[in-house]
């Protein structure tokens, strides 16, 4: 059996690649691998279980849930809540584990399966192992009063919400917003917070029905979003994805700010209340140059890491970093969340345009974005892209023709037989011009 586990949990088409019998099996193999690895507590170990509004979530929380409780461990059911509202409820609510059941920004038929260990925080590569391994084994069941008990909790969503509240430093009076919820897990929590701080709030795409979540809608589609703030003459439009822990904003006049000046906005503004730790942001190597640039012109550091929001969190927890993030809009603010949180930074971004009275426009024109070009080749030996010498002779001279005012990324994909060709330029005809012509070369070098 290969990997089960990606860079974000176990993702599949749901009932055909994540079936119940998967999730039933996974959950107990995480209950036996985490009690061993004593994560749980010398009582009977809890577990807290959240989804977000997709149809297949429903059967696969039930599976989880059943696993679970064959384990012997207690299962708090919350619902549908936000992914960072499942790690805020695992460790407010003590559990010793949480489970999240959520496809994030994909299409409705896939699903997906994201454990969490005490304290809100992911499970490192060792444990989801070891949770592989231990599949389908034969083991001991509990019985009588050895098995776990189910429950409802009741008080998750408002608990999160309240968290929400008490981490924004301004009240939002005065500000009027539009929320896509993408027909997600935020439906209720975004508008619910925005207006419990004062805000006007218009909210589109949030009314889920199970089959609806991302669908022409939340940070992937963006278009409905910067419709509906000129319209309703907003200050502001903020677009979440199907399980909220990512945001994607866009200004007054229709235009999107990207996760890139979204982290830039809010690590001047903790630069300014002396809160970003090392006066250091955690970005990853598809941060644009113009993000790196206004940065290091602001007096920050940036660390980069790897692309994946976990390679993020592990070099914000090594080195007690309170602010990193992601192009795509996952912004991690380390001392209010154990992972990106949409909706966190929505309010906090709204907050900043109300603390300075400046434009999200304005906020967000701090760093220039460079035209950057993506090309995907397909087909090709991607294990020598880093040490083909003719491959490696042409990005010498394409860095040379360069010369300092834009950047080249070639990365392969973690997944898929290819390679990603990413050049930034002063000019969009310029980056274009220099992706296709290192594509070629990737082609005829790295062709099978």
Same mark, same amino acid.
């Given at each position: 059996?290969?990997?089960?586990?990606?860079?974000?949990?176990?993702?599949?088409?749901?009932?055909?690649?994540?079936?119940?019998?998967?999730?039933?099996?996974?959950?107990?193999?995480?209950?036996?691998?985490?009690?061993?690895?004593?994560?749980?507590?010398?009582?009977?170990?809890?577990?807290?279980?959240?989804?977000?509004?997709?149809?297949?979530?429903?059967?696969?929380?039930?599976?989880?849930?059943?696993?679970?409780?064959?384990?012997?461990?207690?299962?708090?059911?919350?619902?549908?809540?936000?992914?960072?509202?499942?790690?805020?409820?695992?460790?407010?609510?003590?559990?010793?584990?949480?489970?999240?059941?959520?496809?994030?920004?994909?299409?409705?038929?896939?699903?997906?399966?994201?454990?969490?260990?005490?304290?809100?925080?992911?499970?490192?590569?060792?444990?989801?192992?070891?949770?592989?391994?231990?599949?389908?084994?034969?083991?001991?069941?509990?019985?009588?009063?050895?098995?776990?008990?189910?429950?409802?909790?009741?008080?998750?969503?408002?608990?999160?919400?309240?968290?929400?509240?008490?981490?924004?430093?301004?009240?939002?009076?005065?500000?009027?917003?539009?929320?896509?919820?993408?027909?997600?897990?935020?439906?209720?929590?975004?508008?619910?917070?925005?207006?419990?701080?004062?805000?006007?709030?218009?909210?589109?795409?949030?009314?889920?029905?199970?089959?609806?979540?991302?669908?022409?809608?939340?940070?992937?589609?963006?278009?409905?979003?910067?419709?509906?703030?000129?319209?309703?003459?907003?200050?502001?439009?903020?677009?979440?994805?199907?399980?909220?822990?990512?945001?994607?904003?866009?200004?007054?006049?229709?235009?999107?700010?990207?996760?890139?000046?979204?982290?830039?906005?809010?690590?001047?503004?903790?630069?300014?209340?002396?809160?970003?730790?090392?006066?250091?942001?955690?970005?990853?190597?598809?941060?644009?140059?113009?993000?790196?640039?206004?940065?290091?012109?602001?007096?920050?550091?940036?660390?980069?890491?790897?692309?994946?929001?976990?390679?993020?969190?592990?070099?914000?927890?090594?080195?007690?970093?309170?602010?990193?993030?992601?192009?795509?809009?996952?912004?991690?603010?380390?001392?209010?969340?154990?992972?990106?949180?949409?909706?966190?930074?929505?309010?906090?971004?709204?907050? %900043?345009?109300?603390?300075?009275?400046? =434009? *999200?426009?304005?906020?967000? &024109? /701090?760093?220039? #974005? +460079?035209?950057? !070009?993506?090309?995907?080749?397909?087909?090709?030996?991607?294990?020598?892209?880093?040490?083909?010498?003719?491959?490696?002779?042409?990005?010498?001279?394409?860095?040379?023709?360069?010369?300092?005012?834009?950047?080249?990324?070639?990365?392969?994909?973690?997944?898929?037989?290819?390679? %990603?060709?990413?050049?930034?330029?002063? =000019? *969009?005809?310029?980056?274009? &011009? /220099?992706?296709? #012509? +290192?594509?070629? !070369?990737?082609?005829?070098?790295?062709?099978?």
């Amino acid at each position: 059996m290969g990997r089960i586990f990606g860079t974000d949990g176990v993702r599949g088409l749901a009932n055909r690649d994540l079936t119940a019998e998967l999730a039933l099996d996974l959950s107990v193999a995480a209950a036996h691998v985490l009690g061993e690895a004593g994560a749980f507590a010398d009582s009977r170990p809890t577990a807290v279980v959240a989804r977000d509004p997709r149809a297949s979530g429903e059967f696969l929380e039930a599976a989880i849930v059943a696993g679970l409780a064959s384990a012997g461990v207690d299962v708090h059911r919350l619902g549908v809540v936000p992914t960072p509202g499942a790690a805020f409820l695992t460790a407010e609510l003590d559990a010793d584990m949480g489970v999240m059941i959520s496809a994030s920004h994909n299409a409705m038929p896939d699903n997906g399966i994201k454990f969490l260990a005490r304290g809100g925080h992911k499970l490192d590569d060792a444990i989801e192992i070891a949770i592989e391994q231990r599949l389908q084994e034969p083991w001991e069941r509990p019985v009588g009063a050895g098995v776990g008990r189910i429950g409802d909790s009741h008080v998750g969503v408002s608990s999160y919400v309240k968290h929400l509240v008490s981490t924004v430093p301004e009240r939002l009076e005065g500000l009027k917003v539009v929320l896509d919820c993408a027909n997600g897990a935020a439906f209720h929590v975004g508008p619910t917070a925005f207006a419990e701080l004062g805000a006007e709030v218009v909210t589109i795409h949030d009314e889920p029905d199970g089959l609806n979540i991302n669908e022409d809608c939340g940070s992937t589609h963006l278009g409905d979003l910067q419709a509906a703030v000129v319209r309703h003459g907003a200050d502001a439009g903020f677009a979440f994805d199907g399980d909220a822990d990512r945001c994607l904003a866009v200004d007054a006049e229709g235009r999107v700010v990207d996760g890139d000046q979204i982290l830039a906005v809010l690590a001047l503004a903790r630069q300014q209340a002396g809160t970003l730790k090392d006066d250091t942001v955690v970005a990853t190597v598809m941060s644009n140059l113009g993000f790196v640039q206004a940065m290091e012109a602001a007096g920050l550091r940036v660390l980069q890491t790897a692309v994946g929001d976990r390679y993020v969190l592990e070099a914000m927890r090594a080195g007690g970093f309170t602010l990193g993030g992601e192009q795509s809009g996952h912004v991690i603010m380390a001392d209010h969340a154990t992972t990106g949180d949409g909706v966190l930074t929505a309010l906090h971004l709204a907050a %900043r345009m109300r603390a300075t009275g400046r =434009s *999200l426009a304005d906020l967000g &024109s /701090v760093m220039q #974005r +460079l035209p950057q !070009v993506l090309v995907n080749v397909p087909d090709v030996d991607k294990s020598r892209v880093d040490t083909d010498p003719v491959l490696q002779g042409e990005l010498v001279a394409a860095n040379g023709a360069l010369d300092g005012r834009g950047r080249i990324l070639l990365r392969s994909s973690g997944t898929e037989p290819l390679v %990603r060709v990413m050049v930034e330029a002063p =000019s *969009l005809d310029e980056a274009t &011009s /220099v992706a296709e #012509r +290192l594509a070629d !070369v990737v082609r005829h070098t790295l062709g099978v």
